[in-house]
């Protein structure tokens, strides 16, 4: 393939991702890494960053125009970041050669879903160039999950927020990115979400309801509502209060049995990864777990709704 029509091919892939509603940044041709990008120490403070730092998550789009503009300079491989495009994807590895015998990462992942019940339901899965497989799954409402790597099994990693997977069709030293089942994404099952967000165990309160790891309507609103307080919070405008009620009520519903810990947790810290701001990142991993504990040590009352009986 001539060097115009591989960019011309990578270019339309770009825009069925587009047309997906997913959003796409360009890759270094050849290569699975994006462009060299500035530190926010360095930020020149201009162009994309006129307004303030940004990463390339940021600029990530599903504009064709801007696609075609980029993507007439070179035959860039396509990045879909995940969290943006209201995806999560499932990386399975294949075991490297100087590893002892074991399950590769597609069978370490069959063999939890077996273990928690399942399902593992088909979804859209792309191949790697080194015969590994990535599901692609839709997020459930209320959820905003990070990347992770090694939570789930050991050979399988995700790609939340602040992580991308390179689209089939983009192309590496050793082989290309293939589409192995075009089965529309579906959602992320509950058992999935719940080992994405698992820290570790927790202390148990002795009692006998356990929180739920997907949570109801309920409780999703107020994730959702609480995560986007703190992550449309301008840099430094007093974003510790924010962080620190939201995590505090949160923590409340915690404590109500209507959250996840571990849910509530991954979901703070996904929204304040949403800052870049790394510098801080002990001290805001600190105010959540204040604040989180502060909650759960005052539950919020929940009266149940009541039926209101109908005229006859």
Known sequence: MSSDAHRAALERVALDMAGRGWA??????????????HRKATCPGRGPCAAGHVFPEHLATTDPEVIARVWARAPYNVAVYAGKSGLHVVDCDVRKP???????????????????????????????????????????????LACTVKTIAPHVDTRGWGGYALAPGSVRADGAYGLFDDTDPVP?????????????????????????????????KAVSEECAR????????????????????????????????GYARAQLRAAVATWNAPESAVKDDGVIETSLAAGMDNPRRITPRRRTRRAA
Not at 24 to 37: H, L
Not at 108 to 131: H, I, K, V
């Open 24 to 37: 796409v940044f360009p890759i270094q041709p050849g290569r699975k890494f994006p462009p060299a990008w």
């Open 98 to 144: 100087d590893e002892p015998a074991g399950p590769d990462g597609w069978a370490q992942l069959q063999a939890l879903a077996g273990e928690r019940g399942g399902p593992l339901p088909d979804t859209w899965t792309t191949t790697t160039p080194s015969d590994g497989r990535q599901l692609w799954f839709t997020v459930p409402p209320g959820c905003r």
């Open 188 to 220: 992320l099952p509950g058992w999935l979400v719940q080992a994405n967000v698992e820290r570790g165990s927790a202390a148990t309160s002795g009692r006998t309801v356990t929180a739920v790891a997907v949570p109801g309507a309920f409780a999703a």
């Open 230 to 261: 703190i992550a449309a919070t301008p840099y430094k405008q007093g974003r510790n209060k924010v962080l620190s009620t939201a995590a505090y009520a949160l923590g409340q519903l915690v404590g109500a049995r209507v959250l996840d810990e």
